[in-house]
């Protein structure tokens, strides 16, 4: 992985089609390495979770409507979507030099979902419960995600779990050091961090494929 972390280490300061042409070889090189570890990352959960087929993002950056015309990504990644639709939830990896890490859970619920993980919260407290669990404290510290600034519409805005209910995304984070990425055996690290999410990625099924009254949809 040292090659990775290099390579992105001199495209931060190369940004550019020019060195990027000139240095293809080495990005080919990062780039092969980099998926080597995404893949082995991928077989690892695969063999105990249901998972769609894995996604590895390409370098390039789509420009066409955005103020920042950098061609590439500072960072290789992968995207493992959980096998629709028995199967909720997404693992995302990330590997940047100083900046790697894990996010795990909901990024973009839609409407219906959302209303539908809120009237959980409101209903019970379990997934406050599984949140503040040791080991997924230890390993993400708390939930991540963007929030409404007060209460959701239609729900109280003294609600003892109203920090769980402002939520709009339901994201679990663990990051990593240079030291960890490199490490010979990183890709079986980063999916035992996964696998510790379960917890919170089952229940979070469990919810969206019931009512509640906990019967199937």
Do not use: C
Request: aromatic residues 12%; charged residues 30%.
């Amino acid at each position: 992985m040292q090659n990775v972390l290099d390579f992105i280490n001199k495209l931060q300061k190369n940004n550019n089609r020019e060195w990027f042409v000139e240095n293809k070889k080495s990005f080919e090189d990062a780039k092969e390495t980099a998926s080597s570890l995404f893949n082995n990352v991928y077989n690892e959960l695969k063999s105990v979770d249901h998972l769609e087929p894995l996604k590895i993002y390409r370098i390039y950056r789509d420009v066409r409507f955005s103020a920042d015309k950098t061609p590439y990504k500072n960072h290789f990644s992968m995207y493992m979507g959980r096998l629709q639709p028995d199967f909720r939830g997404g693992y995302y990896l990330h590997i940047e030099p100083g900046n790697s890490f894990i996010g795990i859970g909901f990024f973009d619920p839609n409407k219906e979902d959302l209303l539908r993980i809120r009237k959980e919260i409101e209903l019970d407290d379990e997934l406050e419960t599984i949140l503040n669990s040791k080991d997924i404290k230890a390993t993400f510290g708390s939930l991540q995600g963007d929030e409404v600034k007060t209460a959701p519409k239609g729900f109280d805005k003294t609600h003892e779990r109203i920090a769980l209910l402002k939520k709009k995304q339901f994201l679990l984070i663990h990051k990593f050091t240079d030291k960890e990425v490199l490490s010979p055996d990183f890709y079986k690290e980063a999916a035992n961090v996964f696998k510790k999410s379960r917890p919170f990625v089952d229940y979070m099924t469990d919810v969206l494929l019931t009512n509640l009254n906990g019967e199937k949809k």
